[in-house]
């Protein structure tokens, strides 16, 4: 139980259009979803707080305008990288929380985005 | 702001040793986790440690948090090849923040033959 996937897991996409990233709880419900970016050889950095029906709560220093957080119900967040540089290769990983409980993170298998 | 350093970050050891790695963080918290991470692949749990004096065990591997010293530890006995991987440390914040966790820099581990 508590899987999460995430989709796709590997997008190469050219300087300037956008990429959506979709992360989905597979088997329970999740209210809140949490994505991350890691850079090569780095560790997991929070971006921002995915909160079922309202809006995500991003962490200092990352652009919420650039980084577009959708999580429309309980089982899918979406974050489209709009305009995407160079600079914004790297590992995407989401996790999701169930719904109700405590503080564990069910992590999907991430999302490598290359921008050429 | 919550701090959270591991050391060493990068860890070379023969098969068959034995090691420690450690995990300190700055403020209070109430739950610690310890992942690991395989090359181009995400995070598998390993550990969640909960209250002082936690020890948890799973085959090599035991991990031990002190909620005083706010230092957990991953304990590793007679290191194989497969546990080459990247290991890393995260702290949830107090329960007024939810679950959002702080991660520490990573320990890359080398077993060599």
């Known amino acids: 139980g508590a899987v999460v996937s995430q989709h796709p897991s590997w997008v190469i996409c050219k300087s300037g259009t956008s990429v959506k990233i979709e992360c989905r709880s597979l088997d329970f419900q999740a209210t809140t979803m949490f994505w991350y970016r890691q850079f090569p050889k780095q560790s997991l950095m929070l971006m921002a707080t995915s909160n079922e029906g309202s809006k995500a709560t991003y962490e200092q220093g990352v652009e919420k305008d650039k980084f577009l957080i959708n999580h429309a119900s309980l089982t899918l967040s979406t974050l489209t990288v709009t305009s995407a540089h160079p600079e914004d290769s790297s590992f995407y990983i989401c996790?999701?929380?169930?719904?109700?409980?405590?503080?564990?993170?069910?992590f999907g298998p991430g999302t490598r985005l290359t921008v050429t | 702001e919550l701090k959270v350093e591991q050391n060493p970050l990068f860890l070379s050891m023969q098969e068959g040793k034995n090691y420690t790695i450690y995990c300190n963080y700055s403020t209070t918290s109430d739950r610690l986790y310890w992942y690991r991470q395989d090359p181009g692949k995400s995070l598998e749990s390993l550990f969640v440690l909960l209250s002082n004096g936690a020890v948890k065990q799973e085959g090599r591997l035991m991990a031990s948090l002190d909620t005083k010293a706010r230092l957990s530890t991953l304990h590793i006995t007679a290191a194989v090849h497969d546990l080459s991987a990247t290991y890393f440390c995260?702290?949830?914040?107090?329960?007024?923040?939810?679950?959002?966790?702080?991660f520490g820099e990573g320990t890359q581990l080398t077993v060599n033959p």
């Open positions: 995260a702290v949830a914040l107090n329960r007024r923040s939810g679950s959002r966790l702080t």
């Open positions: 996790s999701a929380r169930i719904t109700g409980t405590s503080n564990e993170q069910y």
